[in-house]
């Protein structure tokens, strides 16, 4: 089991990346240690799908450089999913299904340029 991953933003991005996490996919945004909030950034829950809830982390980071190949993936309803980042203007791409067979999924970029895949559950 995963606890969390980390993406990074530039400075002053968090609060892009809250309407994205929370707005378009629905994510609790969860409070930092106060030590760690100092630093910027933001955490969110990640719901699970039939499992424990995990988190993602968005860490400031300068310079900054959006992970265009590395990627989290994450487990959810991809329909529903793919529709709510479409409705909010963002741009998905549905990966060719025999790249790995019975895996239906796609890829999105969050506001700060970051990939980010979601596998059907």
Excluded at 37 to 57: S, T
Excluded at 80 to 86: I, P
Aim: net charge negative; proline share 11%.
């Amino acid at each position: 089991m995963i606890h969390h991953v980390q993406v990074a933003c530039p400075p002053g991005a968090e609060d892009r990346q809250r309407a994205f996490y929370t707005g378009v996919l629905g994510w609790t945004e969860l409070p930092k240690p106060p030590l760690l909030a100092v630093r910027g950034g933001c955490w969110f829950r990640v719901p699970g799908i039939g499992g424990p809830d995990g988190e993602l982390h968005v860490g400031v980071e300068e310079p900054f450089h959006p992970a265009r190949k590395a990627h989290p993936a994450f487990v959810v309803e991809a329909d529903v999913v793919a529709a709510a980042v479409m409705a909010a203007g963002y741009e998905i791409h549905w990966a060719d299904p025999a790249e790995i067979p019975g895996r239906r999924r796609f890829h999105t970029n969050d506001p700060v340029g970051n990939r980010l895949e979601f596998l059907d559950s």
